[in-house]
Nanobody, 117 residues
Framework: QVQLVESGGGLVQPGGSLRLSCAAS????????MKWYRQAPGTQRELVAF???????NCVGSVKGRFTISRDNAKNAVYLQMNSLKPEDTAVYYC???????????WGQGTQVSVSP
């Protein structure tokens, strides 16, 4: 069973950048598709980006062209580089690990990102 710990959230002005990190432990990292989700108050959790163990990466919806997901299999870590941040990006961001064989999901505790003047 994998454990996930996110870091890197904070308060940033519109147009700014943040880099989120997620450290994984307790599992074989390359068995997982890694994902970032976010949840704003009063909304459902939504998928932001995902990356396979081979490095095939995708960002979804309104973050395309602004966010980049990457992973370092040697460090058991996944990252979310967020540029050109907007107030609507404000949310709690969660790291997720999806096991490719068991299809089990594992979640981190989340990190708050706030975009405000």
């Amino acid at each position: 069973q994998v454990q996930l710990v996110e870091s890197g959230g904070g308060l940033v002005q519109p147009g700014g950048s943040l880099r989120l990190s997620c450290a994984a432990s307790g599992g074989i990292f390359t068995f997982y598709v890694m994902k970032w989700y976010r949840q704003a108050p009063g909304t459902q959790r939504e998928l932001v980006a995902f990356i396979t163990s081979a490095g095939s990466a995708n960002c979804v919806g309104s973050v395309k062209g602004r966010f980049t997901i990457s992973r370092d299999n040697a460090k058991n870590a996944v990252y979310l580089q967020m540029n050109s941040l907007k107030p609507e990006d404000t949310a709690v961001y969660y790291c997720n690990a999806f096991h490719v064989t068991t299809h089990k999901d594992y979640w981190g505790q989340g990190t708050q990102v706030s975009v405000s003047p």
